[in-house]
T-cell receptor, first 114, second 112 residues
Framework: GAVVSQHPSRVICKSGTSVKIECRSL??????MFWYRQFPKQSLMLMAT?????????EQGVEKDKFLINHASLTLSTLTVTSAHPEDSSFYIC??????????FGPGTRLTVT | AQSVTQPDIHITVSEGASLELRCNYS??????LFWYVQSPGQGLQLLLK??????LVQGIKGFEAEFKRSQSSFNLRKPSVHWSDAAEYFC??????????FGDGTTLTVKP
């Protein structure tokens, strides 16, 4: 099956700094990628839809200036958490869409802001 | 807007017993329905999906699900649970645009 990777798998950063998370589709091209956030013991919440070559579409309530998304190629999307604060600590998961009925999830990135 | 309800937050079954996880959805058009499994600290693995056609869908690891339009349900079943099935299970409904809305999940515990 198709593989999606995320890097890093875990990151700890200090409050006020920025951190970038990469999402790559390893063996297929994905014109659309999605970024989700998951709090402990909770479900996944869609943050934004990332389309290759265009601006991301953010869900209501998600600060686009805080969560910068770039989808520069058909295999790479990045999420940058700017000026991170402890409340941004979470599990971030990306997914890549191969077809309308096929979406593959990355293994997730655990962000801890101290 | 679409929504998904998983009524059972936590289910405990004995190893070898049968399992049914419930999922109800709300969506205005024909839904794309998915079941995913997540182990602690891991990403999601697709168990099965319903797109169209046969309403009984077979998935990986011996799981199956049945789409019932009249009940807006997509329940997941397994005839005999293994200890390795203990995990978090998410039901999701997807749109043509690929967006997925997830239920709150059901935690499965398997007793030896």
């Amino acid at each position: 099956g198709a593989v999606v990777s995320q890097h890093p798998s875990r990151v700890i950063c200090k409050s006020g700094t920025s951190v970038k998370i990469e999402c790559r589709s390893l063996d297929f091209q994905a014109t659309t990628m999605f970024w989700y956030r998951q709090f402990p013991k909770q479900s996944l919440m869609l943050m934004a839809t990332s389309n290759e070559g265009s601006k991301a579409t953010y869900e209501q309530g998600v600060e686009k200036d805080k969560f910068l998304i770039n989808h520069a190629s058909l295999t790479l999307s990045t999420l940058t958490v700017t000026s991170a604060h402890p409340e941004d600590s979470s599990f971030y998961i990306c997914s890549a869409r191969a077809r309308v009925d096929e979406q593959y999830f990355g293994p997730g990135t655990r962000l801890t802001v101290t | 807007a679409q929504s998904v309800t998983q009524p059972d937050i936590h289910i405990t079954v004995s190893e070898g017993a049968s399992l049914e996880l419930r999922c109800n959805y709300s969506y205005g058009a024909t839904p794309y329905l998915f079941w995913y499994v997540q182990s602690p600290g891991q990403g999601l693995q697709l168990l099965l999906k319903y797109f169209s056609g046969d309403t009984l869908v077979q998935g990986i690891k011996g799981f199956e699900a049945e789409f019932k339009r009249s009940q807006s349900s997509f329940n997941l079943r397994k005839p005999s649970v293994h200890w390795s099935d203990a995990a978090e299970y998410f039901c999701a409904v997807g749109t043509n645009a690929g967006k997925s809305t997830f239920g709150d999940g059901t935690t499965l515990t398997v007793k030896p």
